[in-house]
Structures are given as structure tokens and as C-alpha cells.
């Protein structure tokens, strides 16, 4: 398996299942990647202008997400600190379920008591940390 492919699965390859559609940019990797999973995949070349692909299927979501995240964290942390980057991830992910709520501290209480794992996450952040910065420096 390439490398690129190997990060794609570490990535996300524990959260793709068989109804996953993964819309990608025409990198092969990708490509491997979901033939690997047996997933659905289409192809948006944007840099040949195409945007759309059966008036269904388009990075525009991803790209409004990754947008917003940056905003995000500029305007309130002013940069981010790559230890917590889990963190403001887990924080901005409940913040947009919720932007719409009415009662957003009510809700916020809820959905965080639901999420039995999020202190086991936390607990991993600095593991995962070092583990990552370890990593890095073999690149």
C-alpha cells in the first residue's frame, strides 16, 4: 500500500462503511483507497472546472467546513496549538450541531453526557501527541 494510501486509511478508514461516499480530488490514492473499502467514490477534478458531479456530488461542503473551522479558531484562540488540536475539533464539531438550537446550553449539557468517549479521548491527547510528533520526524 503507497504511503498516501496508508495515510488516507489511518486517516479515515475506521470510519467508512459500506454506505460511505467518499468524493475526492483525481489523486490514484483515493482511488485505491475505496476499492480497498468496496465504497462508492467519485472523481471532481476542480482544477479542470468541475465542481459538480451529477448535481449531486461537490466539495463545497468540505470546503465551507474548512472555512468556517479556520475562522474559527483565528478569531477565538488566534492560532491553535497542535496539543489541543483535538480539542477545538471536538468543541467546533458540537458548536455547528448546535448553531441553529434555541437552547444552546441545554442541548450543549446533553449531547456532552451522551458522548460516554469523550474523556477517553481526552486522556489519549497526549499520547496521540507524542506518537504524531515521533512520527514526524521520520518523514
Request: aromatic content about 12%; some cysteine; charged content about 30%.
Amino acid at each position: 500500500m503507497s504511503d498516501k494510501k496508508n495515510d488516507i486509511e489511518k486517516a479515515i478508514g475506521d470510519s467508512v462503511n459500506e454506505q460511505t461516499i467518499l468524493c475526492v480530488d483525481g489523486h490514484v490514492s483515493y482511488k485505491g483507497f475505496a476499492l480497498d473499502k468496496g465504497i462508492e467514490y467519485h472523481v471532481i477534478r476542480s482544477n479542470l472546472k468541475e465542481h459538480v458531479k451529477n448535481k449531486i456530488y461537490h466539495l463545497q461542503n468540505v470546503n465551507s467546513i474548512d472555512s468556517r473551522l479556520k475562522k474559527w479558531i483565528e478569531n477565538r484562540f488566534l492560532g491553535v496549538s497542535t496539543k489541543y488540536l483535538q480539542n477545538y475539533l471536538n468543541w467546533f464539531e458540537v458548536k455547528e450541531k448546535l448553531k441553529k438550537s434555541i437552547n444552546f446550553l441545554e442541548e450543549f449539557t446533553d449531547y456532552s453526557l451522551e458522548d460516554t468517549e469523550t474523556r477517553r479521548r481526552f486522556k489519549e491527547i497526549s499520547d496521540n501527541y507524542k506518537e504524531f510528533m515521533q512520527n514526524s520526524t521520520l518523514i
